[in-house]
């Protein structure tokens, strides 16, 4: 006569695995006994993950890659997401980490293809003498 029944609360938005979502779920679990007196109540909060500000490709890119100045605008972005997580505001901080993310792989990106370009260039002029 002992099962477990589970109650949700608050649903899912339809996404899994929990890691990757944003949503705060609560159940309540209610173990039936026996006795009907003997009711155990547990919630359960599942917090989202923070968002991620990129503060290290940012300063690597600043540093190594800063082709157009992209790398310097992904560290501005990036410290600026920092801020908004310290703040509390996790949606701002989720744009300009996003933000972020795009003008660091794009001076990762365009940074990789002008070595390679250069690197074929000195190969082949030097090839042709």
């Known amino acids: 006569n002992n099962y ?12 899994f695995p929990p890691s990757f979502c944003n949503f705060n779920y ?5 173990k039936h006994l026996n ?3 003997m009711v155990q ?5 599942v917090t989202e993950e923070p968002p991620k500000d990129h503060i290290i490709w940012s300063i690597f890119n600043f540093a190594y890659m800063n082709l157009c100045c992209l790398g310097l605008v992904a560290l501005i972005h990036s ?3 920092r801020d908004r997580k310290v703040v509390g505001d996790l949606e701002g901080a989720r744009e300009y980490g996003s ?3 795009c003008f660091n792989m794009a001076a990762t ?11 074929f260039f000195v190969l082949f002029a030097n090839y042709n003498k």
Not at 26 to 30: L, R, V, Y
Not at 109 to 119: A, G, Q, R, S
């Open 41 to 45: 109540y547990t919630t359960v909060n």
């Open 35 to 37: 006795s009907p007196s």
């Open 4 to 15: 477990i029944s589970k109650i949700p609360l608050k649903g899912l938005k339809g996404c």
């Open 109 to 119: 990106v365009f940074t990789c293809l002008i070595i390679l370009f250069l690197f």
């Open 79 to 81: 410290i600026k997401a």
């Open 26 to 30: 609560s159940t309540i679990i209610i």
């Open 99 to 101: 933000i972020a993310s």
